[in-house]
């Protein structure tokens, strides 16, 4: 089976720095991605992680361990429009596309 | 480059009735998956499309179907609609047919249908 958890709602300050955690358990691995969805709107891609490690992208970064079945996304200098769904999602079968989610978290970014 | 089309975009119907959803993927692309978002189940994966072949599937009911056309534009057909089919559906594009190793090969979405059942 695939499971995959993520926190509901995360609350953070404006310019703060924020990390939401994901943790999975899928039938395969190959390869972790995080999507943004704002309310109404498509998601959209953010990051991916097929190895180990910290990949950077400006003030976004996300981390993986597939050891553990573990990945975080962490978001620097908080903005408002940073105000969104945070989608954590596997792609569990070698050759094909299909993602498993997580049920998002919310992030409620504050003055 | 446009990004990927979903018609129509919001829909209502009434329970029994069955319901055409469409969606062009972004130009040279060639991969489509359907995916279902609900509040309590979050996104979960209907079915991938690559060169007019269904290549997976999710676990849903046999009254979800889908089929992809030569120019790679995607339907997805909802028969004997349930109240429980209300949700926004998402089609996704991506190039194919190979994961590129090392490359995410990541899936763009569409704005959605929402699909409302009473």
């Known amino acids: 089976g695939q499971n995959i958890d993520q926190p509901t709602e995360m609350t953070a300050t404006e310019g703060a720095i924020v990390q939401i955690n994901c943790t999975y358990q899928?039938?395969?691995?190959?390869?972790l991605f995080w999507y943004q969805q704002h309310a109404g709107e498509a998601p959209t891609f953010l990051s991916y992680?097929?190895?180990?490690g910290l990949e950077e992208k400006g003030r976004f970064s996300s981390f993986l361990s597939r050891s553990k079945g573990y990945s975080y996304l962490l978001l620097k200098e908080l903005q408002m429009k940073d105000s969104a769904s945070y989608l954590c999602?596997?792609?569990?079968?070698?050759?094909?596309?299909?993602?498993?989610f997580g049920s998002g978290t919310r992030l409620q970014v504050q003055p | 480059k446009a990004g990927v089309t979903q018609t129509p975009r919001y829909l209502i119907k009434t329970r029994g009735q069955q319901v055409t959803l469409s969606c062009s993927p972004i130009?040279?692309?060639?991969?489509v998956s359907w995916y279902q978002q609900t509040p309590g189940q979050g996104l979960q994966f209907l079915f991938e499309?690559?060169?007019?072949?269904?290549?997976n599937k999710g676990n849903f009911p046999g009254r979800f179907s889908g089929r992809q056309f030569s120019n790679s534009r995607s339907e997805m057909n909802v028969s004997t609609l349930e109240l429980g089919d209300s949700a926004l559906y998402l089609c996704?594009?991506?190039?194919?047919?190979?994961?590129?190793?090392?490359?995410?090969?990541?899936?763009?979405f569409g704005p959605g249908t929402r699909l409302t059942v009473l």
């Open positions: 996704a594009s991506s190039l194919g047919p190979t994961l590129t190793s090392g490359s995410s090969n990541e899936q763009f």
């Open positions: 899928t039938s395969g691995f190959n390869g």
């Open positions: 992680n097929v190895l180990d």
């Open positions: 999602a596997v792609r569990p079968y070698t050759g094909r596309r299909a993602l498993t």
């Open positions: 130009s040279g692309h060639r991969s």
């Open positions: 499309y690559f060169s007019e072949t269904q290549r």
